[in-house]
């Protein structure tokens, strides 16, 4: 699941910086002794368990991106999303001219650097 949704630490912050709880697919729940993430369709399961934050998935998470950079002047409408040869990545609003709109950082999954872009575009520190 590690490369499936952010960590358990950046669903926190999305959820902090007003992260819409109610689409995701996926979320980090605990039974007050573990904490695990639990398809939300699994009803009978997750009804025992308390909900810590949504935990997106990559397409939930560039869908809510593209909203924040449609309601802005300032970015575009593409994101740029980039596997570096150590394995990690970095995600960020792309123009055609190639200039960075924002800082880029980086980020050990996918998920984890489009949560990091999303709350740079929110301007909330990631």
Request: aromatic fraction near 12%.
């Amino acid at each position: 699941m590690k490369k499936r949704v952010p960590n358990l630490e950046r669903c926190k912050r999305l959820k902090e910086a007003g992260y819409p709880q109610e689409k995701s697919k996926f979320y980090w729940v605990t039974d007050h002794a573990d904490v695990a993430w639990v398809e939300y369709s699994q009803s009978e399961f997750y009804n025992s368990f308390d909900i810590i934050a949504a935990a997106p998935i990559v397409t939930e998470l560039v869908e809510e991106c593209l909203i924040l950079m449609r309601a802005s002047a300032k970015w575009g409408e593409r994101i740029r999303l980039v596997r570096m040869n150590d394995g990690n990545w970095y995600a960020e609003p792309f123009y055609h001219d190639g200039i960075p709109l924002c800082d880029v950082r980086v980020a050990d999954t996918l998920p984890n650097a489009l949560t990091d872009l999303w709350m740079e575009l929110k301007g909330e520190k990631a």
